[in-house]
């Protein structure tokens, strides 16, 4: 089945940049979107399409995608930025909709 | 405003059946994709499955690990989806979320699979 692959964990000073990647085989073909999760709530869409924020995204949240690897930068890290990050994309096919094993952003 | 309201969770044994409902408001029902993903305590989301709207038919998929035990489904009169979940297993104990297209969410439901 297919999988997408990200870090476990992410830690920067506050105001620094986050950057948090996600391989999948399909990527290339297929758009990833990243979700953000904090404790007790539900995901929170804040890119789709690679690259592109939904209305009410802090432009400091930002995506791009090369080859088979998916990014999401965070620059101005803030403590409120501290939380769970899952890309999430779909299969070759087009039918399965996988999202990655999740990167826990620490702010220190 | 989009709303999804997920209801039916519960303790439930392993070999049983349960089905989850998702009320709906606030955006086109029959011409939305429909998902529904969970996630385990302390783990991470895992997509359940989806049913495409009106324009595909309302063609169902689904993650491997539920295909031939979960159907999920949908009443357009009501705007309601529905996911029914057979021959219950400990490892689908988790939190469920019913999603408009994986961008809204509902505030998810408990499910627990216990003897």
């Known amino acids: 089945s297919y999988e997408l692959t990200q870090p476990p964990s992410v830690s920067v000073s506050p105001g620094q940049t986050a950057s948090i990647t996600c391989f999948g085989d399909?990527?290339?073909?297929?758009?990833a979107y990243w979700y953000q999760q904090r404790p007790g709530q539900a995901p929170v869409l804040v890119i789709y399409?690679?690259?592109e924020r939904p209305s009410g995204i802090p432009d400091r949240f930002s995506g791009s995608g090369s080859g088979t690897t998916a990014t999401l930068t965070i620059s101005g890290v803030q403590a409120a930025d501290e939380a769970d990050y899952y890309c999430?994309?779909?299969?070759?096919?087009?039918?399965?909709?996988?999202f990655g094993g999740g990167t826990k952003l620490t702010v220190l | 405003e989009v709303q999804l309201v997920e209801s039916g969770g519960g303790l439930v044994q392993p070999g049983e059946s349960l089905k989850l409902s998702c009320a709906t408001s606030?955006?086109?029902?029959?011409?939305?994709?429909i998902h529904w993903a969970r996630q385990a305590s302390g783990k991470g989301l895992e997509w359940v499955g989806r049913?495409?709207?009106?324009?595909?038919?309302?063609?169902?998929s689904y993650a491997e690990s539920v295909t031939g035990r979960f159907t999920i489904s949908r009443d357009e009169s009501t705007r309601t989806a529905y996911l029914l979940m057979t021959s219950l297993k400990s490892e689908d104990t988790a939190v469920y979320y019913c999603?408009?297209?994986?961008?809204?969410w509902g505030q998810g439901n408990l499910v627990t699979v216990s003897s």
């Open positions: 999603t408009l297209g994986l961008v809204y």
């Open positions: 606030g955006f086109n029902f029959s011409g939305s994709a």
């Open positions: 049913t495409r709207s009106i324009a595909n038919n309302y063609a169902t």
């Open positions: 399909a990527l290339p073909d297929q758009y």
């Open positions: 399409k690679d690259s």
């Open positions: 999430q994309s779909v299969d070759s096919s087009g039918a399965v909709e996988v």
